[in-house]
């Protein structure tokens, strides 16, 4: 009996012991777990960023119309929110309170809320300076497709200028030896194929594609002396066909680098670098409004959602050529 009763006592001990020990413990840590955070919201990141409806928007030092004017802001171009005022204002019939914004070269002042636009994502872009936006190419996917097609065209315009045998693709260049472009398939890694996609008759320069196995590039091609440099796209032209300016946009794979060029065409008829931008964004769409100005679409991944951004950017030139976003 008294073994069974201090069996019964040494079973009571260790239950108690190990009560005490399980209250012991270290406290779970909860700051990981997202039943912690469920009921914080997330605020929206382009809650505060908007897009410039307005041509030429005015940032005024106060918000009011007769404010002195501290900077202008042109149409696509981003501004940030700093703070919405409670004063409202009525300008051309349009309805609106004066927000006090940054710019993204740092202007801080007031503009008019009416002539700007919360900036959201959109779903896909356009690139219009392409040529696989060539009229027949208008439903084919495979760059090289539609290059033979474009070059099919060309061919038959300028037999005197380039002419293809078979493998062979002959630029036929002013004051030198005509240019042969042979395509290498002789594996499916190592493929090099050409094509004539352009000829720019009032500059006398040839463009024509090399398709890889992965992405290409496009060779600009001097039709007086055969030389020659490797660009990204296609090359759009100042107004007096003395410049050219070349944009890339490759944020989803990788194959070419995301970029913008601008070249100047010296009397020789070669060319001179005169500016270089690479980014991690995209640019597309270069308009040159005139000689020492270029408008250009930029294209960001949006961060916490999907889709993409696009806003405007101004290349300006002032001895040098000045990006500004």
Same mark, same amino acid.
């Given at each position: 009996?008294?073994?069974?009763?201090?069996?019964?006592f040494?079973l009571?001990?260790?239950?108690?012991?190990?009560?005490?020990?399980?209250?012991?413990?270290?406290?779970? /840590?909860?700051?990981?777990?997202?039943?912690?955070?469920?009921?914080?919201?997330?605020e929206? @990141?382009?809650?505060?960023?908007?897009?410039?409806?307005?041509?030429?928007?005015?940032?005024?030092?106060?918000?009011?119309?007769?404010?002195k004017?501290?900077?202008?802001?042109?149409?696509?171009?981003?501004?940030?929110?700093?703070?919405?005022?409670?004063?409202?204002?009525?300008?051309?019939?349009?309805?609106?309170?004066?927000f006090?914004?940054?710019?993204?070269?740092?202007?801080?002042?007031?503009?008019?809320?009416?002539?700007?636009?919360?900036?959201?994502?959109?779903?896909?872009?356009?690139?219009?300076?392409?040529?696989?936006?060539?009229?027949?190419?208008?439903?084919?996917?495979?760059?090289y497709?539609?290059?033979?097609?474009?070059?099919?065209?060309?061919?038959?315009?300028?037999?005197?200028?380039?002419?293809?045998? /078979? /493998?062979k693709?002959?630029?036929?260049?002013?004051?030198?030896? !005509?240019?042969?472009?042979?395509?290498?398939?002789?594996?499916s890694?190592?493929?090099?194929?050409?094509?004539?996609?352009?000829?720019?008759?009032?500059?006398?320069?040839?463009?024509?594609?090399?398709?890889?196995?992965?992405?290409?590039?496009?060779?600009?091609?001097n039709?007086?002396?055969?030389? !020659?440099?490797?660009?990204?796209?296609?090359?759009v032209?100042?107004? !007096?066909?003395?410049?050219?300016?070349?944009?890339n946009?490759?944020i989803?794979?990788?194959?070419?680098?995301?970029?913008?060029?601008?070249?100047?065409l010296?009397q020789?008829?070669?060319?001179?670098?005169?500016?270089?931008?690479?980014?991690?964004?995209g640019?597309m769409?270069?308009?040159?409004?005139?000689?020492?100005h270029?408008?250009?679409?930029t294209?960001?991944?949006?961060?916490?959602?999907?889709?993409?951004?696009? @806003?405007?950017? /101004?290349?300006?030139?002032?001895?040098?050529?000045?990006l500004?976003?």
């Amino acid at each position: 009996m008294n073994i069974k009763l201090i069996s019964i006592f040494i079973l009571i001990i260790l239950c108690i012991s190990s009560c005490k020990k399980e209250k012991t413990h270290e406290p779970i /840590d909860l700051s990981n777990n997202h039943f912690n955070t469920i009921d914080l919201p997330k605020e929206n @990141t382009f809650s505060k960023k908007y897009i410039v409806l307005a041509s030429k928007l005015i940032i005024r030092e106060k918000p009011s119309r007769t404010s002195k004017a501290i900077g202008l802001i042109r149409k696509g171009r981003r501004v940030d929110l700093i703070e919405k005022t409670s004063k409202s204002d009525s300008i051309k019939g349009r309805n609106g309170y004066w927000f006090k914004i940054i710019t993204m070269n740092s202007i801080s002042g007031y503009v008019f809320s009416a002539y700007l636009k919360k900036l959201e994502p959109v779903r896909s872009y356009n690139e219009k300076n392409s040529f696989h936006r060539d009229v027949d190419c208008k439903h084919i996917m495979n760059s090289y497709n539609c290059a033979k097609i474009i070059e099919s065209k060309l061919l038959k315009k300028y037999k005197n200028k380039v002419t293809r045998n /078979d /493998d062979k693709l002959i630029i036929n260049i002013k004051n030198s030896n !005509n240019l042969v472009y042979k395509n290498i398939n002789t594996d499916s890694v190592n493929v090099k194929l050409y094509s004539f996609i352009n000829y720019y008759e009032k500059i006398n320069y040839f463009l024509i594609a090399v398709h890889y196995y992965e992405g290409g590039r496009l060779y600009f091609i001097n039709g007086n002396n055969g030389n !020659n440099i490797s660009i990204h796209n296609i090359p759009v032209f100042s107004k !007096n066909h003395d410049k050219f300016v070349v944009t890339n946009i490759d944020i989803e794979i990788g194959y070419s680098p995301n970029i913008i060029q601008i070249f100047q065409l010296m009397q020789n008829g070669n060319y001179k670098k005169q500016f270089e931008h690479k980014s991690k964004w995209g640019v597309m769409n270069p308009e040159w409004l005139n000689d020492n100005h270029i408008i250009v679409d930029t294209v960001k991944r949006a961060e916490d959602e999907p889709g993409y951004i696009i @806003t405007r950017a /101004d290349l300006e030139y002032n001895k040098i050529w000045h990006l500004i976003e």
